[in-house]
């Protein structure tokens, strides 16, 4: 064998040896760019998914805090119609207060005060009592007490009870225009049992707190029609 033939076959060797070499790159190239694409595309949909939950969260967040701010102004918007309601009524029972000032002037005031008077007697029951009124009051007070005891005498069937007068503790006077945010008194009496374990307070504010208490829900309706709760 001359060396021309051995270079062809040398040629021939190389030949064969790089082609296994090519099939076996190719046999190894493929799978791992098959496992690489796989990868690659799961990769890609993780972070598609962690990108839509994320979206998802935040979509979330946002809807709550809509929720909440419009919350938030529905029950501002309703405070503020519920504090001007309460202002109007609250007016509205200044006005009848203001009212009652000049009522102790009115002919009716000294047949209320002995109204009031029995009414206070026939709660507390009691033999002996004692009387606080306005130290302006204290003279119509004095007239009516006769009236006073013959009229419980025949309402409660009982003797008449001993009535004290306390002149030197008085309900406070009405409210002036000096005094107008001190201790006050429309007019009206209070009575106490003799111990003073007892009261019985039957002033004109008193009443007047009482009425409006228990006519409020009619005067909501009245001025602001039916309300949901």
């Known amino acids: 064998m001359n060396d021309a033939d051995v270079s062809k076959q040398i040629q021939q060797m190389v030949r064969f040896i790089r082609q296994e070499a090519e099939e076996k790159a190719n ?9 690489f694409n796989i ?6 949909e993780a972070e598609k998914r962690k990108i839509k939950q ?3 969260r935040k979509q979330k967040q946002v809807e709550v805090r809509k929720k909440i701010e419009y919350s938030m102004q529905l029950n501002a918007s309703r405070i503020k119609v519920l504090q001007a309601q309460d202002d109007e ?8 207060s203001k009212d009652l000032l000049s009522f ?12 009031l008077i029995v009414q206070s007697l026939i709660r507390l029951k009691e033999p002996a009592v004692l009387l606080c009124c306005r130290e302006d009051d204290l003279y119509l007070v004095q007239s009516v007490l006769e009236l006073v005891e013959l009229e419980y005498a025949m309402k409660a069937l009982v003797q008449k009870p001993e009535i004290i007068i306390d002149e ?14 001190g201790p006050f008194c ?3 009496v209070v009575l106490a049992s003799s111990d003073g374990k007892i009261v019985c307070e039957n002033t004109l504010d008193a009443k007047l707190d009482v009425v409006f208490q228990k006519k409020l829900p009619e005067i909501r309706k009245l001025l ?4 949901a709760a």
Request: glycine share 6%.
């Open 27 to 35: 046999e190894i190239t493929v799978p791992s760019e098959e496992e």
């Open 39 to 44: 990868e690659k595309l799961q990769l890609v």
């Open 54 to 56: 994320e979206y998802e």
């Open 89 to 96: 009524v609250n007016s509205m029972k200044e006005a009848a």
């Open 104 to 115: 102790h002037n009115h002919p009716a005031y000294k047949n209320l005060l002995k109204d």
């Open 168 to 181: 030197q503790v008085c309900l406070p006077p009405a409210p002036t225009q000096h005094q107008a945010h």
């Open 186 to 188: 429309s007019g009206g």
């Open 224 to 227: 602001f029609g039916q309300v």
